[in-house]
C-alpha cells in the first residue's frame, strides 16, 4: 500500500462492552506533528496475517482539543480476523503500523460556533461521533443532539463518557439512546421527533449501512438540505481481503487514453493505463487524491462522476443513493467505455464544508439583517416618542 505507516506502542487496552476493545496508543515526540489530527478523523492499520499484510481503518474517538492520547475502538466482527485478533492478542507494550490521521468526516470550523449539531450513531458508529461531539464541547458554545442506537443497554460502547459528558453539559448536550431489545428498530418517525432548527443544522451519522439510510431519508423527509449532511461510510467486512476478484474481466472493457480529475479545484489530465484503477493512475501522474484502505471500505477515495462510466471492483463504503448520484470509488473503479471520462476528487459526497459555509452563512445574514431592520424600526419609534 502506499500510505505512510509507522509504528506506535498500545500504552491501554479497556474492555468496552462483552465485544468491543478500546486501545490507547502512543507517538513517539519525532511523530507528533505528523500524527495532529482533526475529531473524526481515522488511522489505517497494516498487520502481518498468513504471510502477507492486511489493513483497516479505525476511527480516533480522542479528542485532539483535550489532549487526549490516540484512542480507537475495535468492535468484533462475526468471521473477521482482525477484528476478533486484535481483540484477542494485542495487550499492552505491543506495537502496531499505522498510518497518519486522515479523513474528511470533521467540524467546518467556519460554522462550528453557532449551528445546532446533530450526531447519529449506530453501534460502533460512536467512535467518530463522540470524537466530534468532545471537540465541539470543547471549542464552541453549540447546542447538541445526539441520537445512539444501540441492540440493548450492555452493547453500548463509551457509554460512561457519554454519561459524563451530559452530566457536565447538561444546558447545551441532549442525549437520546434507543435500544431495538426494548422498543424494536429506530424508525424514521422517532428520529424526526429529535429534530430542530433543521434549516442551519449541521447532521454527522456513523453506522451500518441500514442505519445510515434510515437517519439519510428522515432527513429528507424533515426537509433538510443535503449540503448540510456528512456521513462517514466505514464498515467493517468479515474479510474484504477475500473479496471475489475477477468476475469480470477487467481486460474487456475498452477504455479512453486518458481522464479528466478534479483535483485541488483544478481539471487535470490523467494518462489512463489498461487494467489500473484510476487511483494507480493518479497515483502514477503524480497525484495524491484523498484514500486509505485501498479495498473499497472506508470511502476516503470517493470521487464525483462528472461524465463517462465507471466499473468498481466492490463499493462497500457506497450506499444505493451515492451510487445513484454517481459517486464511485477511485480506488475501485476502471473506465467501462471509451466515452470521455470526467471525475470530481473534490466534491466527495456532495457535501462539502463551502457549501456548508455559504448555506449557514446565508442564514445568519438573514436573521442579522432582520435584527438590524427591527433595531432601526425601534430606534425610529423612540425618536418619534422622544420629540
Known amino acids: 500500500m502506499t500510505v505512510e505507516l509507522h509504528e506506535l506502542e498500545i500504552t491501554a487496552v479497556t474492555r468496552e462492552t462483552a465485544d468491543c476493545a478500546s486501545f490507547e496508543l502512543w507517538v513517539p515526540p519525532e511523530l507528533r506533528e505528523a500524527y495532529r489530527y482533526r ?11 498468513e504471510g502477507h499484510e492486511v489493513t483497516r481503518c479505525y476511527s480516533l474517538s480522542s479528542c485532539p482539543d483535550l489532549d487526549e492520547p490516540l484512542k480507537i475502538a475495535v468492535k468484533r466482527v462475526e468471521g473477521g480476523r482482525v477484528s476478533n485478533w486484535m481483540n484477542d492478542n494485542l495487550a499492552v507494550g505491543d506495537k502496531i503500523r499505522a498510518s497518519v490521521p486522515e479523513g474528511r468526516f470533521v ?15 449506530g453501534g460502533s458508529g460512536i467512535t467518530p461521533i463522540i470524537s466530534l461531539l468532545k471537540s465541539a464541547l470543547a471549542t464552541t458554545k453549540r447546542t447538541i443532539t445526539l441520537v445512539y442506537a444501540n441492540q440493548r443497554p450492555d452493547s453500548v460502547i463509551y457509554a460512561d463518557e457519554v454519561d459524563r459528558l451530559v452530566g457536565e453539559h447538561s444546558e447545551r448536550l441532549v442525549v437520546h439512546h434507543h435500544y431495538d431489545s426494548a422498543s424494536g428498530y429506530l424508525s424514521r418517525d422517532e428520529l424526526r421527533s429529535h429534530l430542530h432548527d433543521t434549516d ?31 456521513v462517514e461510510r466505514f464498515v467493517s467486512p468479515a474479510d474484504p481481503d477475500q473479496v471475489e476478484r ?54 476516503s477515495c470517493m470521487a464525483h462522476v462528472r461524465t463517462g462510466r465507471v466499473y468498481m471492483r466492490t463499493h462497500e463504503a457506497l450506499s444505493e443513493r451515492d451510487i445513484a448520484r454517481g459517486v464511485a470509488l477511485l480506488c475501485q473503479s476502471i473506465p467501462a467505455s471509451s466515452e470521455p471520462l470526467e471525475l470530481d476528487a473534490d466534491s466527495t459526497s456532495f457535501r462539502t464544508a463551502s457549501a456548508v459555509k455559504s448555506s449557514y452563512g446565508r442564514r445568519v445574514s438573514q436573521l442579522a439583517a432582520a435584527a438590524v431592520f427591527a433595531f432601526m424600526v425601534a430606534g425610529t419609534l423612540v425618536l418619534r416618542l422622544v420629540h
Do not use: M
Open 200 to 230: 442551519i443544522g449541521e447532521f454527522y451519522i456513523c453506522g451500518p449501512a441500514a442505519f445510515i439510510e434510515l437517519v439519510e431519508d428522515a432527513l429528507d423527509e424533515a426537509g433538510v438540505h443535503e449540503e448540510l449532511v456528512y
Open 107 to 121: 467540524l467546518d470550523p467556519e460554522t462550528r460556533h453557532g449551528a445546532p449539531l446533530f450526531l447519529f450513531a
Open 246 to 299: 475477477g468476475l469480470v474481466d477487467v481486460q474487456s472493457f475498452e477504455s479512453p487514453p486518458k481522464f479528466s480529475l478534479w483535483l485541488d479545484g483544478r481539471s487535470r489530465s490523467v494518462p489512463y493505463v489498461r487494467g489500473k484503477t484510476l487511483l494507480e493512475c493518479a497515483q502514477a501522474a503524480s497525484l495524491n487524491p484523498g484514500h486509505s484502505c485501498e479495498s473499497g471500505y472506508c470511502g
Open 39 to 49: 475529531a473524526g478523523q481515522h488511522l489505517t492499520f497494516e498487520l502481518p496475517w
